[in-house]
């Protein structure tokens, strides 16, 4: 009994301590452990940041990515290998079973090797492509790095990436130029609302095999801004896949490298940050969104600009509402932020929305900030249910590049007025004409009545009657 509490308080402290919203173990799959030495730098800020990393080569039959039927790690770096294949514990349906588990995957390629049949295959099952020719890389002659590739061209030089939106988040954003050496272009299918591009390769680029100088390239892979150097896939269960067109980014020598565009100023290649900020992401430090607190109730009579936190917890969430009920809804957003939760603020050309929904939405309405605690922002909406009975969801549908989705759905009825719910005639004053011509009417019918009762007959010869 004392292991086990010994064991689930060692599971908690590291659950504390670590970086990721995820988990903190990292399986790095490296083929030649002599490369090790290549990337001290980018493992060693890994393992800083409390990642727990596993150096395996695919060749180990013992790698595997799943135990008694979950996960064995958090995380998966897939470096280059040399040979054809990572074997069979990594293939192709495996990677994806894992992503299907939430499992994130930093995938970096190389020029200098032929990417695997199996890898190719999996991105191609992920709308991401490779160039047909193993061996092409990406060049470009008005933005490359003088210093080491003066004749090739095939190091490019580029400005760190800008949000996909105005006034939207930034997590690969910065000062300084990065080094990209020999990168592996890819062109992203438009069929796909999970892939977003993260580097964009420049305007005067294009990727083509440079064994094959002293022939005509008659037909290219693609050019400019067709390729991503860096492109993120977010999958519908918010599991992460970074595929980085150049490992040799990740190199220590590039991480210390100086580098030079044409006409530039020479300045240190700020790659070792981008490193950093690609790992974030893939590994769920930045960008993860979590729902807390999530409810509806009756806005009316008492109720009504009350705090949820005042009302009987029986009235909180009902099942059943009535047409023309005044509802209000609020919900609780909270950001992860490298090691603690933050209060969510959509940027300001964006909106959070809440729809009520049957088949299509009766109302779309944003959600405006109520109340801001140090780790969460509440969001709330007021609004009348439609004049029509049925099935209905409250729903809060956001789903931003580069953002966990939030899809939160909460099924309610819809009941028509009873017969004693229904306003009366005298309380309608479009009702009164009608109300008023009812009683007009009655009353010139008593008037009538005893006009005639109270009359005496007419006599025949043209007197009066008199009354015997």
């Known amino acids: 009994m004392k292991s086990i509490y010994t064991w689930a308080l060692l599971a908690l402290s590291t659950a504390v301590n670590a970086l990721s919203s995820s988990g903190q173990r990292l399986l790095v799959v490296l083929e030649d452990a002599e490369l090790k030495g290549k990337y001290s730098q980018f493992l060693g800020d890994l393992e800083s940041r409390g990642y727990q990393i596993s150096v395996e080569s ?7 990515l799943f135990k008694h039927g979950e996960l064995a ?44 049949t199996g890898i190719v295959s999996l991105l191609l099952e992920l709308d991401i492509h490779l160039p047909p020719d193993r061996n092409a890389l990406v060049v470009d002659h008005f933005n490359y790095d003088t210093r080491s590739a003066s004749d090739k061209h095939d190091v490019l030089t580029l400005p760190r990436p800008g949000p996909l939106r105005p006034d939207a988040k930034n997590y690969f954003g910065g000062d300084g130029l990065l080094a990209v050496p020999r990168a592996v272009g890819q062109t992203l299918g438009n069929a796909s609302p999970l892939l977003a591009p993260i580097l964009t390769a420049p305007a005067t680029s294009y990727s083509y095999n440079p064994k094959e100088d002293g022939e005509a390239v008659e037909e290219l892979f693609a050019t400019g801004s067709q390729m991503a150097l860096a492109t993120g896939l977010q999958a519908r269960n918010s599991a992460r896949l970074t595929v980085l067109g150049s490992a040799e980014m990740l190199e220590d020598g590039w991480f210390e490298a100086q580098v030079q565009a044409p006409g530039g100023k020479k ?32 806005n009316e009579g008492a109720n009504k600009g009350v705090d949820p936190a005042s009302i009987a917890e029986s009235e909180l969430n009902p099942k059943i509402y009535r047409i023309k009920n005044d509802v209000t809804y609020t919900i609780e957003l909270s950001e992860y932020s490298h090691d603690h939760w933050t209060p969510f603020i959509p940027p300001s050309n964006d909106a959070l929305q809440l729809e009520f929904t049957m088949l299509s939405p009766f109302h779309r309405l944003p959600l405006t900030p109520l109340d801001t ?53 005298w309380q309608i004053s479009g009702a009164w004409t009608w109300i008023a011509g009812v009683w007009v009417t009655v009353g010139g019918w008593l008037a009538f009545l005893a006009l005639w009762l109270y009359s005496a007959p007419t006599d025949k010869k043209g007197g009066v009657k008199k009354r015997q």
């Open 58 to 64: 695919p060749k180990n039959d013992a790698v595997t």
């Open 73 to 116: 790690y958090d995380h998966l770096i897939l470096l280059p290998p040399k040979s054809k294949a990572y074997g069979p514990n990594l293939t192709p349906t495996i990677l994806l079973e894992y992503l299907k588990n939430e499992g994130n995957i930093l995938l970096p390629l190389s020029a200098n090797t032929a990417t695997p």
């Open 267 to 298: 300045s240190k290649a700020v790659n070792r940050d981008f490193a950093r900020q690609i790992t974030e992401w893939t590994f769920k430090e930045v960008g993860v969104l979590k729902v807390g607190k999530l409810q509806h109730y009756l």
């Open 373 to 425: 605690t140090a780790n969460s922002t509440l969001f709330g909406a007021a609004f009348t249910t439609p004049d029509q009975h049925g099935i209905f969801s409250f729903r809060v549908n956001y789903k931003r590049p580069f953002l966990t989705a939030v899809d939160e759905k909460d099924q309610v009825t819809l009941r028509h007025m009873a017969h004693d719910e229904w306003p009366r005639s």
